[in-house]
């Protein structure tokens, strides 16, 4: 067949391809007009397919009181989805044959309390080391503390208020959490830990020298040209193009929404999606680390069986399926900020939603994503 016989077919393929995605783009935008006003805040989506974004853009406001748009491209602060990231530092410190996953945290962080059991590296990337979470430091929780819990309190008086009233530098918050007893034995079940997150931070920290933000920067970031992506561990620095956090009051007025907490680990990576992609794409065709194919096939391994919700957990990432389809994904949630980052290995897309109005719900916009895009094929 010649050409001139072909072009009106491979015209029509295109067309059709066209038609496909302007359909994907506009059902997006349908999705947020209803739940993002342009006066208030919102979300940065991005929508990966093939190594590339299909979709791309900002729905809201970055900052209300400038009125600043998104348009795709503010720095996020990413709270939970920052624990792959942690994971990944910790992994290429095994690489280096630094430290052992298997072997006990105490090895490395002498001064933590003595738990009287083994608690591995492993299973804190896991969630089965039997950490606990921030109720057992604070009053953050309702109902009863955790037994054994510490009873940290406010300079004021009072339970310590966890998020923008009261503060603790990262030293002071390790002095607290290495003297926290663990919640149960390990290796029992998956129980959920940001401290033990945390904890990683600090071992990254003793055994490279150097903290979780100079060390990922060095070793994930730069090597990838996430030239937006850092660690805020800088609770007054100034960050170029951040999306302001927002929530709303008890009468439904917007107000400010930003911690003045800048541990890491558990949380505090800032990011925006042109250098989520570069992420992205890391597990496809890695870079990171001597030997990246093998990295990744580590960082993709779940730590253990135990399961949440019919999901395991593989180094900051729940593994399972979604709409029958295999899903390695993590939500993140904080003062000001809503986030969601999901891969599907398979058919090589990916969602990432990065809002900055923790009153939307953006368990049913991804859901809403995922029905638009799935079900059109």
Excluded at 140 to 161: H, M, N, Q, T
Aim: a negative charge; hydrophobic letters at 35%.
């Amino acid at each position: 067949m010649t050409f001139k016989k072909l072009l009106p077919f491979i015209l029509g393929i295109f067309i059709s391809t066209s038609a496909i995605a302007s359909d994907f783009n506009d059902g997006i935008d349908k999705i947020f007009s209803s739940v993002v006003n342009q006066n208030t805040p919102g979300c940065n989506v991005g929508v990966i397919k093939d190594g590339a974004f299909i979709h791309k853009t900002g729905y809201g406001l970055a900052n209300l009181e400038l009125d600043v748009p998104l348009n795709g491209n503010q720095v996020h602060r990413m709270a939970s989805v920052s624990k792959q990231f942690t994971a990944m530092a910790v992994l290429l410190l095994a690489e280096e044959e630094k430290i052992d996953l298997d072997a006990d945290i105490r090895t490395y962080l002498t001064d933590l309390k003595e738990y009287n059991e083994v608690i591995t590296v492993r299973s804190m990337l896991g969630h089965y080391s039997g950490m606990g979470d921030y109720d057992l430091i604070a009053g953050s929780y309702e109902g009863d503390k955790a037994k054994g819990s510490i009873d940290l309190k406010s300079v004021a008086g009072g339970d310590f208020r966890l998020g923008n009233e009261d503060y603790l530098t990262i030293s002071e918050f390790y002095s607290v959490v290495k003297t926290v007893p663990l919640a149960l034995k390990p290796n029992q079940k998956f129980q959920y830990s940001n401290l033990a997150y945390f904890l990683l931070s600090m071992l990254v920290e003793e055994v490279s020298g150097k903290s979780l933000r100079d060390y990922s920067d060095d070793k994930i970031f730069r090597p990838l040209g996430m030239t937006s992506t850092f660690f805020s561990d800088d609770p007054v620095e100034i960050v170029k193009n951040r999306a302001v956090g927002y929530n709303k009051n008890n009468i439904g007025n917007y107000i400010t929404d930003m911690t003045n907490l800048f541990w890491v680990g558990d949380g505090g990576l800032h990011t925006n999606l042109d250098d989520l992609l570069k992420w992205d794409q890391n597990f496809y065709a890695p870079k990171v680390g001597k030997n990246p194919e093998k990295l990744i096939e580590l960082m993709n391994m779940q730590n253990s069986s135990h399961n949440s919700d019919s999901f395991t957990y593989a180094n900051g990432q729940f593994v399972g399926e979604i709409l029958e389809r295999k899903s390695y994904g993590h939500s993140g949630g904080w003062l000001g900020t809503s986030t969601y980052y999901v891969r599907f290995p398979d058919e090589k897309f990916s969602l990432a939603l990065m809002c900055n109005d923790v009153s939307l719900e953006t368990s049913n916009i991804r859901d809403d994503i995922f029905k638009l895009y799935f079900n059109r094929k």
